[in-house]
């Protein structure tokens, strides 16, 4: 399986900060890499995907970038509602796998 | 507007067997592809399994191979996961979901419903 490696574990920023989460695979996955958002008691939400194509609804200060086995998650002026646990997740494999997280915490 | 629902999760001790349900409004399983999707408590999500609901076609990871099956009922527009032989560590919530397709690539998962809590203990 294709592992999945997210840094930071946790980010605390204060709000309207800029905050970057990174994921690398461990192989290359091309640009087949989606982002997800999980609040606690809920499922993930999928932000976006392939890497950048941000899904309906979802806010312009989030952004992804990247290609290969280096990819990042960018929230360009964090809110309050942002404070979840990101999930990086490939899908270039038929078996697809998630980043461990990164939990993202409001000063 | 995709709207999913879980059921069928509880307790069973190692072992045994448990069938998930997942029910949906606003989708047709026979004609969509779905997954199944498990999160260990305090751990990330991990993929079990998919179905092709147009040809019937199924895919396991690893870990369930051989011990869970999906599976489909059109008449009742409800999708399975049929798990044997449950392990300590295949406690989870367990999350029915729907293939998002990006750019046509299988393996996004758009819609989820709000799971449901198995757990394998003695």
């Known amino acids: 399986d294709i592992q999945m490696t997210q840094s930071p574990s946790t980010v605390s920023a204060s709000v309207r900060d800029r905050v970057t989460i990174t994921c690398r695979a461990s192989?290359?996955?091309?640009?087949?890499l989606a982002w997800y958002q999980q609040k606690p008691g809920k499922a993930p939400k999928l932000l976006i995907s392939k890497p950048s194509s941000l899904e309906s609804g979802v806010p312009s200060r989030f952004s992804g970038s990247g290609s290969g086995t280096e990819f990042t998650l960018t929230i360009s002026s964090l809110q309050p509602d942002d404070s979840a646990t990101y999930y990086c997740?490939?899908?270039?494999?038929?078996?697809?796998?998630f980043g461990q997280g990164t939990k993202v915490e409001i000063k | 507007e995709v709207q999913l629902l879980e059921s069928g999760g509880g307790l069973v001790q190692p072992g045994g067997s448990l069938r998930l349900f997942c029910a949906g409004s606003?989708?047709?399983?026979?004609?969509?592809?779905m997954h199944w999707v498990r999160q260990a408590p305090g751990k990330g999500p991990e993929w079990v399994s998919v179905?092709?609901?147009?040809?019937?076609?199924?895919h396991y990871a690893d870990s369930v191979k051989g011990r869970f099956i999906m599976s489909i009922d059109s008449s009742e527009n409800k999708l399975y996961l049929q798990m044997n032989s449950l392990r300590v560590e295949d406690t989870a919530v367990y999350y029915c979901?729907?293939?998002?397709?990006?750019?046509?690539?299988?393996?996004?998962?758009?819609?989820w419903g709000q799971g449901t809590l198995v757990t394998v203990s003695s």
């Open positions: 606003g989708i047709t399983f026979s004609t969509a592809v």
């Open positions: 179905i092709r609901g147009g040809d019937g076609f199924t």
């Open positions: 192989q290359s996955i091309s640009s087949w």
């Open positions: 979901a729907r293939e998002g397709f990006s750019s046509g690539r299988c393996g996004v998962f758009k819609d």
């Open positions: 997740q490939q899908y270039d494999s038929y078996s697809p796998t």
